[in-house]
C-alpha cells in the first residue's frame, strides 16, 4: 500500500499514479544527474523550460502516463516498477504500451491480433493490463535468448535459418518468428550496407562461415 491508494479513487487510479511517479522521478535524476539547466532539459526531452519546471516541481498531475513514458524514453530511462505497484487494474493503450517496449504501435498489435498479447475493451478503445504485458514482455526477453542460442555465431547462413525441432512448438507461442524475423532483417541490412564499403566484408561476419567463389 501507499499513500497513492488512500487519495485515488481506484486501484487502477493508484496503480497509475505510482507509475507516473517513478517515471516522473527517474527522469528528474537524470537531469540532475547530468547537471543540466532547464535550456538543455528542455532541448533534450523536446518541451518548454515552464513544463521542465513542472517536471522538476514534481507537478505529476500536469504529465500524463503517454508524456512521462515518452519523456524516460527521450533519455534512455529504464524504469522497474515493483510488483505491488501493479496491483489491481491498472492498464495502458497499445501507444503506451508499445512504447515501453520500444517498438512501432502496429509491430504491437500484430501479436494483440494474434492473441499473444491479452487486451480488453474499453468502448471502441483497447486497454493492455500491466501485468500482462509484463508476462509478454518476460516471454519476449526468454525468446530471445533462445533464438540466440539457436543462432549461435558459429553457424553458417544457410544453418542459421533453420530453427531446432524443439523450438518450434513454442516459437508461436513465445512470438518467436517474429523475434528471428527481426533478427534475420537487422543481418541483411548490415550485410548490405558492409557490401557497399567492401564487397567482401561479409565473409567476416559471424554468421558467414564460407569464403566467396571469387576470393
Do not use: C
Not at 516522473?24 to 533534450?44: K, M, N, P, Y
Not at 500484430?110 to 475493451?121: A, C, I, K, S, V
Not at 518467436?176 to 534475420?184: A, N, P, Y
Amino acid at each position: 500500500m501507499s499513500v497513492w491508494d488512500d487519495i485515488m479513487d481506484t486501484p487502477a487510479d493508484a496503480a497509475n499514479m505510482r507509475i507516473r511517479a517513478a517515471l516522473l522521478r527517474a527522469v528528474r535524476e537524470h537531469i540532475d544527474t547530468f547537471g543540466w539547466s532547464q535550456t538543455t532539459a528542455a532541448t533534450t526531452l523536446g518541451i518548454t523550460q515552464p513544463r521542465v519546471a513542472e517536471l522538476m516541481n514534481g507537478h505529476i498531475s500536469k504529465f500524463s502516463l503517454d508524456t512521462l513514458v515518452t519523456l524516460a524514453d527521450q533519455v534512455g530511462v529504464h524504469v522497474t516498477v515493483e510488483a505491488d505497484a501493479l496491483a489491481g487494474d491498472a492498464a495502458m493503450s497499445p501507444s503506451e504500451a508499445a512504447k515501453l517496449l520500444k517498438m512501432s504501435r502496429p509491430h504491437l498489435l500484430t501479436f494483440m491480433n494474434r492473441g499473444l498479447l491479452p487486451y480488453t475493451l474499453r468502448g471502441t478503445e483497447r486497454r493492455i493490463r500491466v501485468s500482462d504485458l509484463l508476462t509478454f514482455m518476460d516471454g519476449r526477453e526468454k525468446g530471445a535468448a533462445l533464438v540466440a542460442d539457436a543462432l549461435g555465431d558459429d553457424r553458417p547462413a544457410d544453418n542459421a535459418r533453420e530453427v531446432p525441432t524443439s523450438l518450434r512448438a513454442t516459437e508461436d507461442g513465445l512470438g518467436l518468428t517474429d523475434i528471428l524475423s527481426e533478427i534475420r532483417e537487422e543481418r541483411a541490412l548490415i550485410d548490405a550496407n558492409r557490401a557497399k564499403l567492401d564487397p567482401h566484408a561479409d565473409a567476416q561476419l559471424p554468421w558467414h562461415t564460407e569464403q566467396r567463389p571469387d576470393q
